[in-house]
């Protein structure tokens, strides 16, 4: 028997294609917000029993593990994972034509089990078959590795072979591909072809979620490279008016994925007004992203939560009774969270933290955009603040992209920093930051620091994991933040609401715009720690225990994946 006809493929009603999954830590197929997202969102379709199936690529390499030297430099270490140890290989194959010859595709499948039982399949898409070429077994090995020709022939087998898999497992019925960001673009394609060129067939039946305003995250593929891997398939020449083929003669996935899509929105309602701004010809709608709930609160605050709102794993909107619980049971819990990130980092590098001081966290991808050094601009500032008001510790983490020369710089200069905060505030960058790393850092920290140039932070996603956990963000006022903060009730801004930027096709030119306000925002930053954050922890403890419960009631009962699928299913796909 098929073990895959247990997924009754006639029911599946939306697929859901994403580049990246995370969905637990030992699967490394993520690098970072994208993929988490992912994840959580096919936990939740399982949760609320959402007809989906998932499609994704193997990456048997993974995503490297981080290792940071004693002068800050990051070393790449390769991950092997045994995927037979998670998933079942099913024994249909398609294949993708790629540079002229046929490449089998095979599919792994995970089966992400709702709270009720309910599962959704992720098929994970893996070109490794004795049958293929030595290149093309490759081609399903590494996230985000190699040249743009290898990212392109991935594309084609998620976009291409992603579509042609789910007919050959008789997925008949789908109402709706959705596309989690442009990578999957070439699934357009394949529709086009399924249905004669019909393009409102097909862009009723697509769904393309943009996901930042970040140049590098559009990808452009050079257009004889695309040529030459596509050979015949490659024919929407004529399609240079709508900028899928752009002045520079490249491919935009973007582009391809806006075209084809009747339903586009971007992650945050900031961001779905920036991406509106970058693509006036197209109406772009915006649902928040969220984060699972279930995932990302820690084991003592489940305790709580247990006890007083016993239906939370199932109704996230239930959260909103956190009210309700006694304020020194949320302290308990979250200061039992911090022993254990501290009990954590004791084991692993050998340095104590103390508990009873304040730790702000500051941990995301290594990408300039994020500003991770804004905190340390002013290292003597910092000192004194930290002397003055109390005390104070900082606690780093993320993994730079392995060709981000910029990043990696960041973390050396993290690293030094450190040196010269050493004997008056400790500081600590926790290599290989990770799904399991991430859920002690969000949980056990006091504050979750966040300081991107505006509006490049698209949504965000730690914040909420934080927020969901009672810890209070401090964070410029981009992305999902701007939904999610009350001044002084679930946590505090920083810089100005609104700065002059420059959108619209020169999306290049909104970094530059905001790095002028790196000056502003470190003052206000240091300003609202000094006389603020500091007092309110130390001398009023109280008002941020009330912080800590609004941070659950208000934020962790909207800004989850369970709202975030609600609103997908009732706007963008049985529409
Ligand atoms: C949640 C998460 C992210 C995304 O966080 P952002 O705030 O969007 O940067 C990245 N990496 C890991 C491991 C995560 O858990």
Redesign the pocket.
Same mark, same amino acid.
């Given at each position: 028997m098929n073990p895959y006809s247990i997924y009754t493929p006639q029911d599946r009603k939306v697929a859901y294609f994403s580049m990246e999954v995370?969905l637990q830590p030992e699967i490394p197929t993520? /690098?970072?917000?994208l &993929?988490?997202?992912a994840g959580d969102t096919l936990k939740s379709f399982a949760d609320l029993s959402v007809p989906a199936i998932g499609v994704t690529l193997l990456y048997t390499k993974g995503y490297f593990h981080q290792e940071i030297d004693s002068d800050g430099n990051q070393i790449e270490v390769p991950v092997e994972w045994d995927p037979s140890n998670f998933m079942t290989l099913l024994t249909e194959k398609v294949t993708v034509d790629i540079e002229g010859r046929s490449v089998l595709v095979q599919a792994w499948v995970y089966p992400v089990k709702g709270i009720t039982g309910y599962t959704v399949p992720v098929l994970f898409l893996d070109t490794n078959l004795a049958a293929n070429e030595p290149e093309d077994r490759e081609i399903s090995a590494y996230l985000y590795g190699g040249d743009e020709r290898y990212r392109l022939k991935q594309e084609v087998v998620l976009g291409f072979g992603g579509a042609h898999m789910l007919q050959i497992l008789d997925h008949d019925n789908l109402q709706a591909y959705h596309m989690n960001e442009g990578h999957a673009a070439l699934l357009t394609l394949e529709l086009m072809d399924r249905y004669q060129q019909d393009l409102d067939k097909v862009k009723a039946l697509c769904v393309f979620t943009t996901h930042t305003p970040v140049p590098a995250g559009h990808d452009t593929f050079d257009v004889d490279t695309v040529r030459d891997v596509l050979r015949d398939r490659f024919h929407f020449e004529d399609l240079g008016h709508s900028n899928i083929i752009d002045t520079d003669g490249r491919l935009n996935m973007t582009y391809l994925a806006l075209y084809h899509a009747e339903y586009i929105n971007g992650v945050a309602q900031k961001h779905g007004e920036i991406s509106q701004k970058m693509f006036p010809e197209y109406r772009i709608d915006a649902i928040t992203n969220g984060?699972h709930i279930r995932t990302w609160i820690c084991d003592s605050m489940a305790a709580v939560l247990d006890s007083h709102i016993p239906n939370w794993r199932q109704d996230s909107y239930a959260l909103r009774n956190a009210l309700d619980i006694p304020r020194v049971e949320i302290w308990e819990a979250h200061q039992a969270a911090k022993r254990e990130l501290f009990d954590f980092i004791e084991a692993q590098y050998g340095i104590s933290m103390d508990p009873d001081v304040l730790t702000i966290g500051f941990?995301?991808?290594a990408a300039a955009y994020?500003r991770a050094t804004l905190l340390l601009r002013d290292t003597e500032r910092l000192k004194k603040i930290a002397s003055r008001s109390g005390r104070l510790q900082i606690l780093y983490s &993320?993994k730079a992209h392995p060709a981000d020369a910029e990043g990696k710089a960041l973390i050396q200069e993290i690293h030094q920093a450190g040196g010269q905060l050493n004997d008056d505030i400790k500081m600590v960058y926790i290599p290989n930051?990770?799904?399991y790393?991430?859920?002690f850092l969000?949980s056990g920290v006091d504050i979750w620091l966040?300081t991107p140039m505006r509006p490049l932070?698209a /949504?965000?996603? /730690?914040?909420m994991?934080a927020a969901a956990n009672g810890v209070v963000n401090f964070s410029v006022l981009d992305?999902w933040w701007i939904e999610g903060y009350i001044e002084g009730v679930t946590g505090w801004s920083i810089g100005p609401r609104r700065v002059k930027t420059e959108t619209g096709p020169a999306i290049h030119d909104v970094r530059e715009t905001s790095a002028a306000y790196d000056a502003l925002d470190a003052d206000d930053l240091y300003g609202k720690l000094e006389h603020q954050i500091l007092p309110c922890f130390y001398e009023d403890r109280s008002r941020w225990m009330n912080m800590m419960a609004y941070n659950i009631a208000l934020n962790g009962s909207f800004f989850n994946t369970h709202r975030m699928v609600a609103q997908y299913v009732l706007e963008a796909y049985f529409q």
């Amino acid at each position: 028997m098929n073990p895959y006809s247990i997924y009754t493929p006639q029911d599946r009603k939306v697929a859901y294609f994403s580049m990246e999954v995370g969905l637990q830590p030992e699967i490394p197929t993520y /690098s970072g917000g994208l &993929g988490i997202l992912a994840g959580d969102t096919l936990k939740s379709f399982a949760d609320l029993s959402v007809p989906a199936i998932g499609v994704t690529l193997l990456y048997t390499k993974g995503y490297f593990h981080q290792e940071i030297d004693s002068d800050g430099n990051q070393i790449e270490v390769p991950v092997e994972w045994d995927p037979s140890n998670f998933m079942t290989l099913l024994t249909e194959k398609v294949t993708v034509d790629i540079e002229g010859r046929s490449v089998l595709v095979q599919a792994w499948v995970y089966p992400v089990k709702g709270i009720t039982g309910y599962t959704v399949p992720v098929l994970f898409l893996d070109t490794n078959l004795a049958a293929n070429e030595p290149e093309d077994r490759e081609i399903s090995a590494y996230l985000y590795g190699g040249d743009e020709r290898y990212r392109l022939k991935q594309e084609v087998v998620l976009g291409f072979g992603g579509a042609h898999m789910l007919q050959i497992l008789d997925h008949d019925n789908l109402q709706a591909y959705h596309m989690n960001e442009g990578h999957a673009a070439l699934l357009t394609l394949e529709l086009m072809d399924r249905y004669q060129q019909d393009l409102d067939k097909v862009k009723a039946l697509c769904v393309f979620t943009t996901h930042t305003p970040v140049p590098a995250g559009h990808d452009t593929f050079d257009v004889d490279t695309v040529r030459d891997v596509l050979r015949d398939r490659f024919h929407f020449e004529d399609l240079g008016h709508s900028n899928i083929i752009d002045t520079d003669g490249r491919l935009n996935m973007t582009y391809l994925a806006l075209y084809h899509a009747e339903y586009i929105n971007g992650v945050a309602q900031k961001h779905g007004e920036i991406s509106q701004k970058m693509f006036p010809e197209y109406r772009i709608d915006a649902i928040t992203n969220g984060i699972h709930i279930r995932t990302w609160i820690c084991d003592s605050m489940a305790a709580v939560l247990d006890s007083h709102i016993p239906n939370w794993r199932q109704d996230s909107y239930a959260l909103r009774n956190a009210l309700d619980i006694p304020r020194v049971e949320i302290w308990e819990a979250h200061q039992a969270a911090k022993r254990e990130l501290f009990d954590f980092i004791e084991a692993q590098y050998g340095i104590s933290m103390d508990p009873d001081v304040l730790t702000i966290g500051f941990a995301r991808r290594a990408a300039a955009y994020k500003r991770a050094t804004l905190l340390l601009r002013d290292t003597e500032r910092l000192k004194k603040i930290a002397s003055r008001s109390g005390r104070l510790q900082i606690l780093y983490s &993320g993994k730079a992209h392995p060709a981000d020369a910029e990043g990696k710089a960041l973390i050396q200069e993290i690293h030094q920093a450190g040196g010269q905060l050493n004997d008056d505030i400790k500081m600590v960058y926790i290599p290989n930051y990770d799904m399991y790393r991430a859920k002690f850092l969000v949980s056990g920290v006091d504050i979750w620091l966040n300081t991107p140039m505006r509006p490049l932070e698209a /949504s965000g996603t /730690s914040g909420m994991k934080a927020a969901a956990n009672g810890v209070v963000n401090f964070s410029v006022l981009d992305g999902w933040w701007i939904e999610g903060y009350i001044e002084g009730v679930t946590g505090w801004s920083i810089g100005p609401r609104r700065v002059k930027t420059e959108t619209g096709p020169a999306i290049h030119d909104v970094r530059e715009t905001s790095a002028a306000y790196d000056a502003l925002d470190a003052d206000d930053l240091y300003g609202k720690l000094e006389h603020q954050i500091l007092p309110c922890f130390y001398e009023d403890r109280s008002r941020w225990m009330n912080m800590m419960a609004y941070n659950i009631a208000l934020n962790g009962s909207f800004f989850n994946t369970h709202r975030m699928v609600a609103q997908y299913v009732l706007e963008a796909y049985f529409q």
